[in-house]
């Protein structure tokens, strides 16, 4: 049977794809992320078996060993979901399970879900791109990998528009400082938003040069540009928490 990598969006389950959640009604077995969110794992009909692979602090599951279990899953009469928070191809490593179950020759689709990297700055009321302000948006991990090369900071600067990390808060403070020696200006503004779409959603703003020491909590999402200062939420949303 076929393997579906879906995205699960950022949290909220009306965020999720409608084909998304038929996959879910219709699936044998779900093997998900720590970071799907409540309200989406609460579609999962109660029969379906579920698989927690989520990678935590203290608890790292190798993607190999992923891998490995869908391409024995997809093997049997199952219909696998392989879920994952945002867009499966957005940081998702959803490429290397697309990669296993293709050299395993099991069938498998992709099923795009929205990626945090827009659904967050839009729950804060930031546009990633606006007439006039940001022509452009890059997204970029914020997370150092051993033996890999490390992000341009520097140059990434140069390059305009608004630039949105995710996995970054352990090293906002040296990506802040590379990012105004490579020109940015110290009062660019920033917005973070942790937990975007679910119960937990907080958003902090600041300077760029204020990043570094600002109270954000993982899994945040931080939008670096000019757009960061604005706060298009509807009217109700603004109002509800300006207290
Ligand atoms: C491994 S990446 C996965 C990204 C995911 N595939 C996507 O498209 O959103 C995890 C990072 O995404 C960001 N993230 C995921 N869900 C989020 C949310 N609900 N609010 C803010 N940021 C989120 C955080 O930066 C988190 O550390």
């Known amino acids: 049977m076929t393997v579906a990598l879906v995205g699960a969006g950022p949290g909220d389950p009306d965020l999720l ?40 602090v203290g608890r790292p599951i190798p993607q190999e060993m992923i891998c490995t279990l869908l391409v024995e899953l997809g093997q049997q009469d199952l ?24 050299e395993a020759g099991v069938e498998y689709e992709i099923v795009p879900g929205i990626t945090s990297s827009i659904a967050a700055p839009a729950a804060a009321g930031v546009p ?11 997204v970029v991990t914020g997370h150092r990998r051993p033996g890999e090369p490390d992000i341009d900071w520097r140059s990434l600067a140069k390059v305009g528009g608004t630039i949105v990390v995710l ?29 975007a779409t679910t119960d937990h959603e907080d958003v902090v703003r600041c300077d760029l040069a204020d990043l570094g020491h600002a109270d954000i909590e993982s899994p945040a999402t931080i939008v670096i540009g000019p757009v960061a200062a604005f706060d298009l939420r509807d009217i109700r949303t603004t109002l509800a928490t300006a207290d």
């Open 17 to 56: 794809t409608m084909k998304a959640a038929r996959l879910l009604a219709e699936a044998d077995i779900v093997v998900h992320d720590a970071l799907v969110g409540d309200g989406v794992m609460a579609l999962i009909p109660d029969h379906v078996e579920r698989i927690d692979v989520g990678k935590r």
């Open 79 to 102: 219909r696998v979901v392989r879920l994952k928070g945002g867009d499966p191809f957005v940081f998702g490593r959803g490429g290397e399970e697309a990669l296993a179950l293709r």
């Open 167 to 195: 996995m970054g808060v352990t090293h906002r403070g040296s990506i802040a400082a590379e990012l105004i020696a490579g020109g940015s200006a110290a009062d660019t503004p920033v917005a973070a938003i942790r937990s």
């Open 128 to 138: 990633v791109t606006h007439r006039g302000v940001a022509a452009a948006f890059t």
